[in-house]
C-alpha cells in the first residue's frame, strides 16, 4: 500500500501524500528519510483500517442490541436495521477517524519542507486510493446488504 506513494521523478525520489493536494509531490533527500516516511505510511494505514473494520464489527455487534426493533412487524424491517447500524458506526468510526485524519494532516508536513515541493505527473497516489476505497465501500456495502437480507428473511 505504501510503494504507489513513491516515484522516481526528473527531480529525484518523490513522495506523494495521499489526501494531498493534486499533482504535488515532496522530493525525498535520503534513504533514512524515505524509510522514515514508509514507516509513517504503514502506520497511517494500518491505523485507518484498524478503524474501519474495527468499527463494522463493534457497531454490527451494538447494532445486533436491538433486535426486539427489528422484530416488529413493519415494511421497513431491512432500512430500519441498516439505519440502526450505519448511525451506530457513524459514531463509533467518526471521532476515531477525524482525530487520526488531523493528526495525519499535521504529521505529514514534519517530513517535507516548502522547499522540497514539486510537481508530478501521471495519476496522483490520492486518486489511486479513492480507487481503492471506491472498491472498498463498495464491498462493505455488499456485505451490509447481505447481512440485513439475511436478518430479513431468515425463519423466525
Not at 495519476?123 to 451490509?144: D, P, T
Amino acid at each position: 500500500m505504501v510503494d504507489p506513494n513513491f516515484r522516481n521523478e526528473k527531480a529525484g525520489r518523490v513522495v506523494v501524500f495521499p489526501g494531498d493536494r493534486r499533482n504535488r509531490g515532496y522530493v525525498v533527500r535520503s534513504e533514512a528519510d524515505e524509510q522514515k516516511i514508509r514507516s509513517f505510511l504503514r502506520m497511517f494505514y494500518f491505523a485507518h483500517s484498524s478503524i474501519l473494520f474495527l468499527g463494522i464489527f463493534l457497531s454490527s455487534a451494538w447494532a445486533s442490541n436491538f433486535r426486539p426493533a427489528w422484530e416488529r412487524p413493519s415494511a421497513f424491517v431491512v432500512l430500519r436495521a441498516a439505519g440502526i447500524f450505519l448511525g451506530i458506526y457513524c459514531l463509533v468510526v467518526g471521532a476515531p477517524y477525524f482525530w487520526l485524519w488531523t493528526s495525519y494532516k499535521k504529521a505529514f508536513l514534519s517530513f517535507t519542507s516548502a522547499q522540497d515541493e514539486v510537481l508530478v505527473s501521471g495519476k496522483s497516489a490520492g486518486q489511486r486510493q479513492n480507487f481503492i476505497r471506491a472498491g472498498l465501500i463498495a464491498f462493505v456495502g455488499l456485505i451490509l446488504l447481505g447481512a440485513a437480507i439475511f436478518l430479513a428473511t431468515r425463519a423466525k
